[in-house]
């Protein structure tokens, strides 16, 4: 197999116009498409999209392994084709310009009324405009015919964008560069340095989404960080390709090579990768804050985490005492100062990662037109200024497998490396391209835990990613304070073989569900969303006995799943998409902000007794 990165240049005649997802200058209807570097763009969805239909035009072969499918065939798996297209970019500078249509009523062959369009054209009628992008695949060997086969499509196309029966975007020329090569080999070689932990790198080099849970049906929010199940995704999508599989093969022992890697694929622990800025030296991975954080009157930040109950902040002024309720971070206007300090920032102290939008829709074959209700839009990151950190953690595979399994990985990974431009192009939802690298150092964090137990004996432990806890089952809708926290001492009482005494917690919860998870992961078990403890919850912890071990182990392989868990939904990740191998249950432990940010006992008044009594 060699993976193939072949430079494309469309060469077509102005006027062109292809829609952007977001708002022109003022007074412009219609803006053209450009991308964060304010370049404008034939974005890839449309250029794949047109290609494909030029490919079912001529009847070319094997169009669904090339170009995908919906995969309704295949138990809700989509068909993920081999061809990656890459945004189309033409250089326009600072030019700019408006062209104006109008409608013309059929009835009085006149004007229609509030029918006048102005259309950014920054590119003039005839003249011819260069747009360069490229097309990436794993290709079987010298014999495949589907570089021919891909310049054929493009030449069968007549135009690229919106308004072409109108004249927009012909097509005047396509020129296919010289294919970029390089061979898949394994590598023999293995690693004499063989950690149990690695740090894992990844350089994003497209704009990606990475879609959370849905609040809106046909809107894909993205998130920030890339969960462990995603890196595995993207490696095993990538591992397969690599070998002329189907991207959604199982992956076991019984491949051609790499072998090793084959064999303890799902034993491997990711974590969740965190942004960190391309500019800090050396790099931390940031925290995620703790859900026990409160504000006072004043927007200072504090740590309630070792507070002893409930309590009011006082306010003394010219002799007259106030209180005022904490607010938690569900009660904020913003958070950005708490992030900043916990380390999510670049090098232009943006606390975020920058977003574009894009909006696509289906359409007809027939009609060539939008298919009715099928508009839909990513929201997808913008990488600029980020680089994403996580971890590789070995402990299940077998210590005289790992120099061998290492080796492999890094041969696997080398092909992504090969050049500037490749790249592992399997991230999201628009298979976006990352360099992913190892090395033997894990990067540190930006609060680093202690094992040293608080006092009174506590352990205050902050979930950094979310994880399988309680049992849906044992809660309702009645279900009050109480019976949550009960739910909560049940697991953690397991979890730790009743070391652990559970004093207090400050936890948010979150339901993960809907029609993929159902048919992907339910099997024929009964529908059920997941009921998640999400990311920044906190538990603080008496210690029975002595239980630095066990701490230990939660921080350093996270936490494990519930008895009741593995029973409903398997530790598999067939049946199971939260699994602490993918990252999930990550977990840091008393961080200095608990102990740094408590309230002085002088400044807050408890009052867990007068909330006792009213109960």
Same mark, same amino acid.
């Given at each position: 197999?060699? =993976?193939? $990165? ?6 077509? !005649? ?21 991308? &964060? ?21 001529? &009847? ?6 090339? /170009? ?26 600072? +030019? ?34 260069? /747009? ?22 493009? #030449? ?35 690693? !004499? ?19 959370? +849970? $849905? ?16 890196? #595995? ?36 622990? %990711? ?8 500019? #800090? ?15 006072? +009157? ?23 005492? +106030? =209180? ?21 920032r670049?090098?232009?102290?943006a ?22 209700e099928?508009l ?9 200024? /980020?680089?994403?950190h ?30 500037p ?11 976006? #391209?990352?360099?992913? &690298? ?11 835990? &202690? ?37 909560y ?11 652990l005494?559970l004093?207090? %917690? ?9 029609? =993929? ?51 409903? =939904? ?13 990252g ?16 002085e006992?002088?400044?807050i ?11």
């Amino acid at each position: 197999m060699r =993976y193939v $990165r072949l430079p494309v240049t469309l060469t077509l !005649v102005g006027p062109i116009l292809t829609g952007s997802s977001t708002p022109g200058s003022l007074g412009i209807d219609n803006p053209i498409a450009r991308n &964060s570097r304010d370049e404008v763009i034939l974005p890839f969805s449309l250029v794949k999209g047109r290609v494909r239909q030029s490919w079912d035009e001529l &009847s070319q072969k094997d169009i669904e392994i090339w /170009f995908g499918g919906s995969g309704d065939a295949g138990g809700g798996i989509p068909l993920r084709g081999r061809f990656r297209f890459s945004d189309f970019v033409a250089f326009a500078g600072d +030019r700019t310009g408006v062209r104006h249509r109008i409608r013309i009523d059929r009835a009085t062959g006149a004007a229609d009324d509030g029918a006048l369009q102005f259309i950014e054209s920054p590119f003039a009628s005839g003249e011819t405009v260069e /747009f360069r992008g490229e097309v990436r695949w794993f290709q079987d060997g010298a014999e495949d015919d589907s570089a021919r086969l891909l310049e054929n499509a493009f #030449r069968w196309t007549t135009g690229f964008g919106a308004e072409r029966t109108a004249g927009f975007g012909r097509m005047a020329d396509v020129q296919l560069g010289t294919p970029v090569q390089t061979t898949v080999s394994e590598n023999t070689q293995a690693s !004499v340095d063989a950690p149990i932990k690695l740090g894992l790198t990844i350089d994003m080099l497209d704009s990606f989404c990475l879609a959370r +849970r $849905r609040v809106v049906a046909n809107i894909f929010e993205s998130d920030d960080v890339i969960s462990g199940s995603v890196i #595995r995704g993207v490696l095993a999508t990538w591992f397969n390709e690599a070998m002329g599989r189907p991207p959604s093969s199982i992956i076991d022992e019984n491949v051609p090579q790499w072998k090793t890697l084959g064999k303890c694929f799902n034993l491997i622990r %990711y974590t969740t990768a965190f942004p960190v800025s391309r500019e #800090r030296s050396p790099a931390r991975r940031p925290v995620v804050p703790p859900l026990s954080l409160v504000r006072d +009157r004043k927007g200072q930040c504090w740590d309630a985490a070792l507070c002893d109950g409930p309590f009011l902040f006082t306010d003394r002024e010219e002799g007259v005492t +106030r =209180y005022r309720a904490p607010s938690f971070a569900i009660d904020w206007k913003s958070d950005e100062d708490v992030h900043a300090a916990f380390g999510w920032r670049d090098d232009r102290d943006a606390v975020r990662p920058r977003r574009e939008l894009r909006v696509r829709t289906a359409i007809d074959p027939i009609t060539r037109r939008a298919k009715d209700e099928q508009l839909f839009a990513y929201e997808m990151v913008i990488p600029d200024g /980020f680089r994403w950190h996580s971890t590789i953690d070995l402990e299940r595979v077998d210590e005289e497998l790992r120099p061998a399994l290492i080796a492999e990985l890094e041969s696997l990974l080398a092909i992504g490396l090969a050049a500037p431009e490749f790249g592992i192009a399997a991230f999201g939802k628009t298979k976006a #391209r990352g360099r992913i &690298s190892i090395s033997p150092s894990v990067t540190a964090s930006e609060h680093e835990p &202690s094992l040293a137990p608080l006092d009174k004996n506590l352990w205050v432990v902050t979930l950094q990613s979310p994880a399988l806890l309680c049992d849906p089952a044992v809660l309702d809708e009645t279900s009050g304070q109480r019976e949550l926290h009960q739910a909560y001492r049940e697991v953690f009482d397991e979890l730790s073989s009743n070391k652990l005494d559970l004093v207090r %917690y400050f936890a948010r919860q979150s339901l993960a569900g809907g029609e =993929y998870l159902r048919i992907r992961f339910g099997g024929k078990r009964p529908y059920n969303p997941f009921l998640l403890t999400n990311a920044g919850s906190v538990f603080v912890f008496r210690d029975r006995g002595s239980s630095g071990k066990l701490i230990q182990s939660w921080l350093e392989h996270g936490l494990p799943l519930p008895a009741w868990a593995i029973q409903r =939904y398997d530790d598999s990740w067939l049946s199971n998409p939260y699994l602490p191998d993918d990252g999930f249950g990550e977990i840091t432990v008393n961080l200095d902000w608990h102990t740094k940010k408590r309230p002085e006992p002088e400044a807050i008044l408890a009052v867990a007794d007068e909330l006792e009594a009213a109960r």
